[in-house]
């Protein structure tokens, strides 16, 4: 399952995951900045946030209320697009997802 992440200078990387893996894990376990993930994927912080692709917004749905309580504590500006990507799971479905990264994250 290939995911790409577009830095917020605009530097893109493109990395082939585990299925099943979360969008956040993908990133952390192969040193993408600009996630940083600190609580591990339980949903108990905000540093990582992530803003979905445009064409992909709707195959990765929306957001839960207990993410949006979360993203509340968000470092950076928070959109209609704005996940935590340790919510978002790669499945077949979201091959070739495309993620946009926050200035930052702390
Ligand atoms: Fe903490 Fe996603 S890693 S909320």
């Given at each position: 399952?290939k ?6 200078d ?22 993408v ?8 994927g339980s949903?108990m912080?905000?540093?990582?946030h992530?803003y979905?692709?445009?064409?992909w917004a709707?195959?990765v ?23 935590l990507?340790c ?6 479905e ?6 946009h990264?926050?200035?930052d994250q702390?």
């Open positions: 399952v995911v790409t992440y577009v830095a917020h605009g530097e893109s990387t493109t990395i082939d995951a585990e299925e099943g893996a979360s969008v956040m894990k993908t990133a952390v376990s192969n040193d900045d600009g996630i940083v993930g600190e609580c591990g949903m912080c905000a540093t990582c992530c979905v692709d445009e064409a709707d195959k749905g929306t957001r839960s209320d207990d993410e949006d309580d979360m993203l509340e504590g968000a470092t950076s500006e928070v959109t209609d697009r704005s996940r990507s919510q978002i799971k790669l499945t077949p979201l091959d070739g997802l495309v993620v990264l926050p200035e702390i």
